[in-house]
């Protein structure tokens, strides 16, 4: 199959690109953009009580308003606020509310506002609008911020604005400049790589402007099977598609070019060498997107819609870039034939390359040594995966020069951080009925008994008084662990065993959802990842047509994982000592290390495979394999790695924790477990390694199509000499 694909893209260049070009415009034009939302609430299921919680809250309060932000005041001098100080908080709210700013129903403040200690006062900033994620919600929230300065002058007093959707501007804002960087830096690190590995301006160049036109194709389709199927993307899928499309599409070329190279170096014309390498690497690219596209498919069984909904995108995007490496790529070289690599000759002969022969020698000859000792690197640095700590306070990885961040700081100079971002607790009378007030008095008695809360509000009763709502400031940050383990535990029993007779009681609020969230997590750990596992061995299983070679394949794979986690716990955790990890990090490091990093596996088993075939001795087999396979291997390995460590520039420290974790684990991956860890395991396990199939039997020579010289031995190559 893959033979007749690279005979019609070769042999039908311009037809080929111009399918291309037209799906590209023709998706740019008719499919709908991402839709995208950074409120968790809407990615849990209906189960959860904090989803529950707001549905109660839109059917009972509808016209209910909430602060989406809280303006912090506070002398220049730090001292206690004078009366006339308090006088020009008064004017300042009064000013910005006569703004009248698009979702922005009121800015309000009053003497109920300063804090105890006298230092600092407040201003609810409310909306109607629910998600505080909403662009024009924190649109408006930038205006009033830039509107305040003005206002300030002539007085003692600074502002700074807070709160959720603050916080949300402030993120976005930032991520918008990393985005950004993550882009540049990906098209220099893969332009720059490329002309050093090929030392051609158009193969460094070609690749790059491939994968922009498959870009312009996956997100059309992404865009297309969201509005049809009804999904919604994360914030976030927008830089994971980027690194995943040019990553992936990256180490695909490079496959292609490697071995394209390598049968020009052997003397077969252009378009036969072009149209051969994709008959030989074809299986290897389609088994390595297949297992890709399973690891992202498995998302689908998350209890979360922000994973359901990235696996597909992510899925398609690997699709496209597989379906563009077998014909959009070869269509392209196709017209170029060697031009492609001027001004090099490189290509026209065979070099040394001493490292890799070194390295296929030095697994060659001891390959129990280097098998232990690779084990022992990966299982050591897995120990520190036992100390991970999940953070869910994504405020406290932003940069401290924000001013959401500083202005949360001088907050809590005189409130309980709770103050800005309240739970909120509903009692639902089960028949419709009032409930009782001194009951509902009771009940808040015992809601503000709870240790870790600050204060309750009075009750808020609906239109029909059969449902009520308090507001409870905790002590701790909403999004910090203490809350959200305070309001996951103590206060949602205590609402559940104090509430009226009659009634049920909801515990909603950013630290409920919070805790929903940490609880589907741990639900997709159990699930997802043993899922994809299985898919992973199973088309590993269809590729190799062995039992045994996809088992030690996947354990290299798990101590792979563990070896990246920890050793991101011990640099962040233990070294910097920061408090907790980004909660999301073993799903990264699932998707990137283990589902992109699987490629690496699958190109050298395959070629090690190939290898064996020819029926030269294992130990030359082995050496061959990787001196062959390394150039590919490590090319592809840094270029990703490349792009994700970019992001320890960031000032944001989850940014950082995933560029470390994801580029460490990329070349672990390859240089650790592909390059001597499974060669060296197949080589100690011999023909077991096939088992049941015979896989690795000698194999007669196939002709050289198109009447191109040597054979299908002397031809068979995975990645190429440099």
């Known amino acids: 199959m893959f033979r007749r694909v690279g005979r019609f893209a070769v042999h039908r260049p311009w037809l080929t690109i111009l399918a291309w070009v037209v799906a590209a415009v023709a998706l740019g034009v008719l499919a709908p953009g991402l839709k995208s939302t950074t409120d968790q609430a809407e990615f849990l299921p209906s189960h959860y009580e904090s989803v529950q919680a707001g549905k109660v809250q839109e059917k009972a309060f509808p016209q209910d308003e909430q602060a989406a932000a809280v303006g912090v005041f506070k002398r220049s001098d730090g001292g206690k606020l004078t009366a006339r100080d308090k006088q020009d908080v008064a004017k300042v709210a009064a000013a910005l509310q006569d703004k009248h700013y698009k979702k922005i129903s009121k800015v309000t403040t009053g003497p109920e506002a300063v804090s105890p200690n006298g230092e ?170 297949g297992a890709v596209i399973a690891s992202f498919l498995a998302l689908l069984l998350s209890t979360m819609g922000m994973m359901k909904a990235l696996g597909p995108s992510l899925a398609i995007a690997v699709g496209v870039t597989l379906i563009a490496a077998l014909t959009l790529v070869p269509a392209v070289f196709s017209l170029l034939g060697t031009k492609a690599f001027w001004p090099s000759k490189a290509w026209k002969k065979t070099p040394k390359n001493r490292t890799a022969n070194a390295v296929g020698g030095l697994v060659s000859r001891r390959p129990g040594i280097v098998a232990a000792l690779s084990t022992v690197v990966l299982a050591v640095l897995a120990v520190g995966a036992f100390g991970f700590k999940s953070q869910w306070d994504m405020d406290s990885q932003l940069p401290d020069k924000l001013e959401s961040v500083q202005a949360m700081k001088d907050l809590q100079k005189g409130f309980s951080a709770g103050q800005a971002d309240p739970a909120m607790v509903f009692v639902k009378a089960k028949d419709g009925a009032r409930l009782d007030k001194g009951e509902l008095e009771a009940f808040r008695g015992k809601l503000a008994a709870v240790k870790g809360v600050d204060k309750v509000s009075p009750a808020v009763p609906s239109k029909d008084g059969s449902v009520v709502q308090f507001s409870v400031v905790t002590k701790a940050k909403p999004n910090h662990d203490e809350a959200i383990k305070l309001v996951g535990g103590d206060l949602r029993d205590t609402a559940h065993q104090a509430a009226p007779k009659g009634s049920e009681a909801l515990v909603g609020g950013t630290s409920a959802v919070l805790t929903d969230i ?53 640099l962040f955790q233990d070294l910097k000592g920061e408090d907790g990890m980004l909660f999301m990090l073993p799903i990264v490091i699932y998707l990137f290390v283990v589902a992109i990093g699987t490629d690496y596996n699958i190109l050298m088993v395959a070629r090690l495979r190939e290898e064996v075939r020819k029926g030269i001795p294992p130990r030359e087999a082995i050496r061959t394999a990787v001196a062959q396979s390394a150039p590919t291997v490590a090319s592809a390995a840094i270029i990703l790695a490349g792009t994700f460590g970019v992001l320890l520039l960031a000032e944001n420290s989850m940014l950082q924790q995933m560029g470390f974790a994801v580029a460490f684990g990329i070349l672990l991956t390859a240089f650790v477990m592909a390059m001597l860890l499974v060669p060296t395991v197949t080589s100690l396990l011999g023909h077991k390694a096939w088992w049941p199939g015979h896989q690795d039997a000698p194999r007669q020579a196939e002709p050289a199509p198109y009447g191109g010289t040597g054979s299908y031995e002397d031809h068979a190559s995975y990645s190429g000499r440099r």
Not at 158 to 163: A, D, I, N, Q, R
Not at 195 to 224: C, D, E, K, Y
Not at 250 to 274: C, H, M, N, S, V
Not at 521 to 548: C, E, N, T
């Open 120 to 289: 600092i006062a407040l201003a609810n900033i409310y909306s109607g609008e629910k998600n505080w994620s909403d662009d024009t919600v924190m649109e408006s929230i930038k205006s009033l911020r830039k509107d305040a300065k003005p206002l300030l002058k002539g007085t003692q007093l600074k502002l700074g604005v807070t709160g959720s959707a603050a916080s949300n501007l402030d993120s976005k804002e930032q991520s918008g400049d990393t985005d950004g960087m993550i882009m540049m830096a990906t098209l220099v690190l893969i332009i720059v790589l490329l002309l050093a590995i090929f030392r051609s301006p158009l193969i460094a160049i070609l690749p790059v402007l491939i994968i922009l036109l498959v870009t312009s194709v996956a997100n059309g389709l992404i865009g297309t099977a969201a509005d049809v199927g009804g999904l919604k993307a994360d914030a976030s899928v927008t830089p994971i598609l980027i690194v995943v499309l040019f990553g992936v599409g990256t180490d695909y070329i490079l496959f292609l070019l490697f071995r394209y190279r390598e049968l020009l170096r052997q003397g077969e014309e252009p378009k036969t060498a072009l149209a051969e390498a994709v008959a030989r690497v074809g299986e290897t690219i389609a088994s390595a997107a």
């Open 518 to 570: 940490e609880n589907a997590v741990q639900h997709d750990y159990k699930v997802v990842f043993p899922v994809a596992g299985l898919a992973i061995m199973l088309i590993l299983g269809l590729l190799l047509r062995s039992l045994v070679a996809p088992l030690y394949l996947m354990i290299a794979v798990a101590l792979g994982f563990g070896a990246t986690l920890g050793s991101t716990v011990w």
